[in-house]
């Protein structure tokens, strides 16, 4: 089966301390993995994105993330948050079945709380 | 600016009313997607463009849905007689290229409420 699973619904961080946003798959073929973040009203914008190559993969905002295939994971991470990283994490799939469209799989979303 | 843009941003129908949503995607982009996000929920896929065709159109959730990209460029969701279930975010994301290997860039949604 194809999914994405975030295990967790909210993070708590201190203003300075790393972050970890964890992510798990489960997909048929290569993975291709997304990271999106959701501000209050407002569309995904993307962060970053693994295709191949290095298994840490740098994105915008100072994030990134590391691609951990033997773990089926993909967890994104910022060495100093925030308040203004407070929203909504989603990771994503692209969907392996679905031959030339590429339509993506979405965790539930997990939300990132940083505070001064 | 050069985003995607959805329109309306928010509607309030009665149920059985009919519906159309409007996405302008980034001009160029080959594919264009519509997705249906619950509250509280992550979005879920409901159909794909390539262009003008529609190659994918897997997760509309019933017949009521209906989707179309004429010219290639500007997309219309429409559902029909509409039910409270169907209220959520509908986001329209496009992509530069075809297969799903490059980001997809979202528009900010239309929140559709069904009374």
């Known amino acids: 089966a194809q999914s994405v699973a975030q295990p967790e619904d909210q993070v708590n961080v201190a203003e300075g301390n790393p972050l970890t946003v964890k992510c798990t798959y489960s997909?048929?073929?290569?993975?291709?993995l997304f990271w999106y973040v959701q501000y209050p009203n407002r569309g995904l914008q993307f962060l970053l994105k693994?295709?191949?190559?290095?298994?840490l993969v740098k994105g915008s905002y100072g994030f990134e993330a590391e691609f951990n295939k033997s773990q089926t994971s993909f967890h994104l991470k910022k060495p100093s948050a925030l308040v203004s990283d407070s929203a909504l994490y989603f990771c994503?799939?692209?969907?392996?079945?679905?031959?030339?469209?590429?339509?993506?799989?979405f965790g539930q979303g997990t939300t990132l709380q940083v505070k001064p | 600016g050069a985003g995607v843009s959805q329109s309306p941003r928010y509607k309030v129908a009665k149920r059985g009313q009919d519906v159309a949503l409007r996405c302008d995607p980034i001009?160029?982009?080959?594919?264009l997607f519509w997705y249906q996000q619950a509250l509280g929920q992550g979005p879920e896929f409901l159909t794909y463009?390539?262009?003008?065709?529609?190659?994918?159109k897997s997760g509309l959730p019933s017949d009521r849905f209906f989707a179309e990209r004429p010219e290639g460029s500007v997309s219309t969701l429409k559902i029909q007689r509409t039910q409270q279930e169907d209220s959520a975010v509908y986001l329209c994301?496009?992509?530069?290229?075809?297969?799903?290997?490059?980001?997809?860039?979202f528009g900010p949604g239309t929140r559709l409420t069904v009374l």
């Open positions: 994503a799939v692209r969907d392996g079945r679905s031959g030339n469209t590429g339509k993506l799989i």
């Open positions: 001009s160029g982009h080959v594919s």
């Open positions: 693994y295709i191949t190559g290095d298994n």
């Open positions: 463009f390539q262009n003008e065709a529609q190659l994918d």
């Open positions: 994301a496009s992509s530069a290229t075809a297969g799903g290997y490059n980001e997809q860039f």
């Open positions: 997909v048929s073929g290569n993975p291709y």
